[in-house]
């Protein structure tokens, strides 16, 4: 019976395996020059067949924002093979990382991350490699291209003054922030107002005296005409004049 489940169990772990990994198939070209685009978030299957070293190519566009994260995602599906690696490539070919998903960690994946480092509106290639040991055997992976766009950091205010109808804000600029937003609205009112700016100092004229406002500021930036906000600032009350 023990020798009965020493042979079945490895069985069962990897029909669980390849179900896990179990998404539609994708052929993978050859080199560079016939390589598969990868779609964003779309998860596919590739599978190694034959003898010897075998190299799959897969390729991806970037965007125009410069401040882009694009991880690649690997997943060895079949138990008991090599070590799949992952590269990518420019398009000279220069190597711009590489990974191995271990083989014995089946289903676990492993991902490789390019944060604002690659070049807008350019073309990356990624090569899976895998040595199948022996003719007949084929070894299963999936891959898939994962796109985020960082927001802003969150913001501190420095000063907030406050004068006669007036007030003065300054903050401290942050990254990846394009414009920011400032609301403000007198303490206790559960409405805000709201104006944009460029500049990491702004002043808001035409306020009531001798009223109590609180301040509030974060950080904006568009892509592909969506904006993406930072956390706002912690609220701040100053005395107007």
């Not at 299957?45 to 694009?70: L, R």
């Not at 799949?84 to 960690?105: C, P, Q």
């Not at 807008?120 to 007949?136: A, D, I």
């Not at 990491?200 to 892509?223: A, D, E, F, M």
Request: charged share 25%; hydrophobic share 30%.
């Amino acid at each position: 019976m023990k020798k009965l489940m020493k042979r079945v169990l490895p069985l069962l772990v990897a029909a669980t395996m390849l179900v896990t990994c179990a998404v539609p198939a994708f052929a993978a070209g050859t080199n560079m020059e016939s390589a598969e685009l990868l779609e964003n978030d779309v998860k596919v299957t590739g599978t190694i067949t034959e003898q010897g070293d075998n190299y799959q190519w897969y390729k991806f566009e970037t965007g125009s924002n410069q401040y882009t994260t694009y991880t690649i995602t690997t997943v060895n599906c079949t138990v008991d093979t090599r070590d799949i690696e992952t590269r990518v490539f420019d398009e000279d070919g220069y190597k711009m990382n590489y990974l191995d998903s271990e083989a014995y960690d089946s289903g676990t994946p492993t991902s490789l991350t390019f944060e604002n480092t690659l070049d807008p509106n350019s073309t990356y290639y990624v090569r899976v490699y895998q040595y199948v040991n022996y003719k007949g055997a084929f070894n299963t992976y999936t891959i898939r291209l994962k796109t985020t766009y960082p927001a802003p950091d969150q913001i501190t205010v420095t000063s907030v003054i406050g004068k006669k109808n007036r007030l003065t804000v300054e903050w401290n600029p942050v990254s990846y922030a394009e414009t920011y937003q400032v609301q403000y609205r007198v303490k206790g009112s559960k409405s805000w107002h709201s104006v944009t700016t460029k500049k990491s100092k702004i002043t808001i004229k035409g306020l009531s005296s001798n009223r109590k406002y609180q301040v509030r500021v974060r950080g904006q930036r568009k892509v592909d005409g969506k904006t993406i906000n930072g956390k706002w600032s912690t609220k701040t009350t100053v005395q107007v004049k």
